[in-house]
């Protein structure tokens, strides 16, 4: 133990250096994952079909080994930073989409019903009372996509992007266990934190929904 805060300080730069790349990359991997499926998931609310078709391809993206999604990203994107975030953003999709559509589906009819009989039309229908409703469902599938990316980002090593993962694989090749918990330490704990964070926004989500439906009841 001592030898691996030895370690720490000796090499705090090169530590902050991974952390950060690494936080780079998970947090640009999910936004642009959130941008993309939480429109996704409300149109397809619209439309079951295509949603059973949409969720059942992006279920089957979700079960291809990252490693091999890496390397197809690396031969069309080349190494770095841009192949890294496209695999990363590809895995973050999934969870935040189909916890959009089951969220806004799982709305009691009864509060669509009386929302239409208040002449409430498609948009204000969505801003007012689905996607307020739907929040704690929503919330929890970027918590499950955001600990997911940060943990499939160490692989972002093996096509030159940095992050934790080098540290990681650097260690495994040095048998230097110091320099292995250097980047998975972080990287646990940044998922922890992550997690923790998101449950309690998702705690206040729930506590915010059952206030709108105490007043809409």
Known sequence: MTSFFSFLI???EMVWKALGEHVLISLVAVLLGLAVALPSGILLTRNKKAASIV?????VVNTIPSLVLLGVAMIVLGLGFVPAVAVLFLYSLLPIM???????????PQYIKTALGMGMNRRQLLLNVQLPLALPAIITGIRLSGIYI??????SAFIGAGGLGDLIWSGLQAYNYDMIFAG?????????LVSFLLTA???????FTQGRRGVKT
């Open 10 to 12: 000796n090499n705090k």
């Open 55 to 59: 969720l059942g391809i992006f279920g």
């Open 98 to 108: 189909r916890n959009t559509y089951t969220g806004i589906n799982s709305i009691n």
């Open 150 to 155: 940060i943990s499939w980002a160490t692989l």
């Open 184 to 192: 998975a330490l972080p990287a646990t704990l940044l998922a922890l």
């Open 201 to 207: 926004a998702e705690n206040k989500a729930i506590q």
